[in-house]
């Protein structure tokens, strides 16, 4: 079985730009959850959603938005992109809303 | 705000030896805690989780250890291997919504 799939794995942006990181979970997983890991530091809540409907939002600007589709893909939103927003986004999926999540490998964005 | 820490960025043993890497956590309400390892470019992997109602938990060569009365929890790895160096991290939920992690502990296993 494949595992969590994040696209793409690496991007360059320019401060200003707009990117779009997707996500594909687990066969059978109906939660997804998105987080920001900077350099050094541990993982940082973003977004959780389940059944596609937003279960929770970590402390991130409004430049921050994201959706599940109906296959349970989903994907992350991140506008006028500031320098501070490179980081690793890693994408983990869950069959339930509480526990069990399983990490992909991540999508390294770097703003320039 | 609730958090989950780890008590050294770093940690460095020798091949076979046992390591111990450490937590501390400050919402007496979590319930549930979890081990991840992560290896340079990859995602964080699962290694061991453990709820509140249990004190120990053994896996293959690592055992999780709860002690509710400091909020501590530790992980254990024995005989660690050269395939064992990463940062680990420990995570617990938050709101039910998401999960806090530490800051990392970096293991480094010397030959």
């Known amino acids: 079985d494949a595992g969590v799939t994040q696209s793409p794995t690496h991007l360059i942006k320019t401060r200003g730009q707009q990117v779009t990181l997707r996500c594909s979970p687990i066969?059978?997983?109906?939660?997804v959850s998105w987080y920001q890991q900077v350099l050094g530091q541990g993982p940082q809540f973003i977004f959780q959603y389940y059944e596609k409907e937003e279960r929770g939002r970590g402390n991130f600007p409004d430049r921050f938005s994201a959706r599940q589709f109906p296959n349970y893909s989903s994907e992350l939103n991140v506008n006028a992109l500031l320098l501070g927003d490179s980081a690793l986004y890693l994408c983990?999926?869950?069959?339930?809303?509480?526990?069990?999540?399983?990490f992909g490998s991540g999508t390294r964005l770097t703003v320039v | 705000g609730e958090s989950v820490g780890l008590h050294l960025p770093t940690l460095s043993v020798q091949e076979g030896d046992n390591s111990i890497i450490n937590c501390a956590y400050s919402?007496?309400?979590?319930?549930?805690f979890i081990w991840y390892k992560q290896e340079s470019g990859k995602g964080p992997q699962f290694i061991i989780d453990?709820?509140?109602?249990?004190d120990k938990r053994q896996g293959q060569r690592v055992t999780v250890l709860l002690n509710k009365t400091v909020k501590h929890l530790s992980l254990q790895i024995a005989a660690t291997q050269p395939g064992d160096s990463a940062v680990y991290f420990c995570?617990?939920?938050?709101?039910?919504?998401?999960?806090?992690f530490g800051a990392g502990t970096r293991l480094t296993v010397k030959p």
């Open positions: 919402n007496s309400a979590s319930d549930y």
């Open positions: 066969s059978g997983h109906k939660s």
């Open positions: 995570a617990g939920p938050y709101n039910n919504n998401d999960m806090r």
């Open positions: 453990i709820r509140s109602n249990m």
């Open positions: 983990a999926s869950s069959p339930t809303a509480v526990y069990g999540y399983t």
